[in-house]
C-alpha cells in the first residue's frame, strides 16, 4: 500500500471511531437521532477542522465525503446498537483508538508540510483532542482533556513518536503505526492503572492566591 492510501486509512478509522464515540455519549444523553449524529461529526471531524484552518490549508472533510459519510454511519450505528456497545463498554476505548489514530494523523499533515517536531507533535495533540473537547462541552461532560487523567499526555506522546520514526528513516506507515501504539499504550496504561498526572497541593499548603 502507498503512503497516502495508509495516511488515509488512519484517517477514516479514526473518524469512525472518534465519531462512535461522540455518537454513544450523545445516546447516553438521550439525544434524538439527528442530535447523536450532529454530537458525532463534532468529534470526527472537530480537531482536524481547526488543524487544517491553523495550517493554511483546505479544511480536510469539504473534498473528502468519506468522512462525513464515516461520521454519519458511526452516529447511526450508535443509534441503533447502543446495548452492544454498552456490553463491551466500548466509549472509554473506543476514544483511546480515536486519539491514538488522530495524533499520528495530525503530525504527518503537519510534517507533510515541513513543519518541524514542535508543531508536528502540537497538530497531532490538536488533531486529537479539539473535537472531543467539543464534544463533552455540547453534551455538558466534564471534558477529558481538562481532567487528570493521562489523555492530551497520550497524545502528544504518539504524535512525537510519529515525529521521530519518520525522521529516523522510517516509512510513513511504520512511523504512523509506532506513533499510533505509543499513543495508544499510554491512553490505555492510564485506564487500566487508574493512571494521573499529578496535581497541585497549593491549598493543602494553605497557600492562596
Not at 1 to 22: C, K, P, R
Not at 66 to 91: D, E, M, N, Q
Request: hydrophobic share 55%; net charge neutral; proline share 3%.
Amino acid at each position: 500500500m502507498t503512503g497516502e492510501l495508509i495516511l488515509n486509512l488512519f484517517d477514516w478509522t479514526g473518524v469512525f471511531v472518534f465519531a462512535l464515540s461522540g455518537g454513544l455519549m450523545a445516546v447516553r444523553q438521550k439525544f434524538d437521532i439527528l442530535g447523536i449524529i450532529i454530537i458525532a461529526w463534532l468529534p470526527a471531524i472537530g480537531g482536524g477542522t481547526l488543524r487544517d484552518l491553523l495550517l493554511g490549508q483546505p479544511v480536510f472533510w469539504l473534498d473528502d465525503p468519506i468522512s462525513l459519510s464515516l461520521a454519519t454511519l458511526a452516529g447511526l450505528a450508535a443509534f441503533f446498537g447502543p446495548h452492544f456497545w454498552a456490553r463491551i463498554k466500548a466509549l472509554v476505548w473506543v476514544d483511546a483508538m480515536g486519539l491514538a489514530l488522530f495524533a499520528v494523523v495530525g503530525g504527518s499533515k503537519a510534517a507533510s508540510l515541513g513543519h518541524g517536531f514542535m508543531i508536528c507533535t502540537l497538530m497531532g495533540a490538536m488533531t486529537a483532542t479539539a473535537g472531543g473537547l467539543l464534544r463533552d462541552v455540547v453534551c455538558n461532560e466534564a471534558p477529558l482533556l481538562l481532567r487528570e487523567e493521562i489523555y492530551a499526555t497520550a497524545a502528544i506522546i504518539g504524535a512525537a513518536g510519529f515525529y521521530i520514526a519518520i525522521s529516523s528513516g522510517l516509512s510513513e506507515g511504520a512511523s504512523l503505526t509506532i506513533g499510533a501504539i505509543a499513543a495508544f499504550t499510554v491512553r490505555g496504561l492510564s485506564l487500566k492503572f487508574k493512571l494521573n498526572l499529578p496535581r497541585s497541593d497549593f491549598k493543602k499548603q494553605g497557600g492562596k492566591l
